[in-house]
């Protein structure tokens, strides 16, 4: 019932931007926290970034600190993240996540000249 659906990904430049979206349903998303997650070629799980309900307090692992923006839009049930001056090793499949429960089907992010 629970639904996530990721989208936003594809191949850029280094230094160059995306957006990803992921829509909710199934829900009260307005009720939970949210969190993106992402996973590169042949390595774990990494936490990106993580929102509170209304959207006021943000936190961001150092690695995207001040070039990731996290957001989310209650009244769409989506939750965005806004990525910048991306590099090379941003490349991954990134998750949107309720709780580390309920999880997405991930969209592709691919960072190369």
């Known amino acids: 019932q629970v639904q996530l659906v990721e989208s936003g990904g594809g191949l850029v430049q280094p230094g160059g931007s995306l957006r990803l979206s992921c829509v909710a349903s199934g829900f009260a998303f307005s009720s939970d926290w949210m969190h993106w997650v992402r996973q590169a070629p042949g390595k774990g799980l990494e936490w990106v970034s993580e929102?509170?309900?209304?959207?006021?307090?943000?936190y961001y692992a150092d690695s995207v600190k001040g070039r990731f923006t996290i957001s989310r839009d209650n009244t769409k049930n989506t939750l965005y993240l806004q990525m910048n001056s991306l590099k090379p090793d941003d490349t991954a499949l990134y998750y949107c996540?309720?709780?580390?429960?309920?999880w997405g089907q991930g969209t592709q992010v691919t960072v190369s000249s």
């Open positions: 996540t309720r709780r580390w429960l309920d």
């Open positions: 929102i509170n309900t209304g959207g006021g307090n943000t």
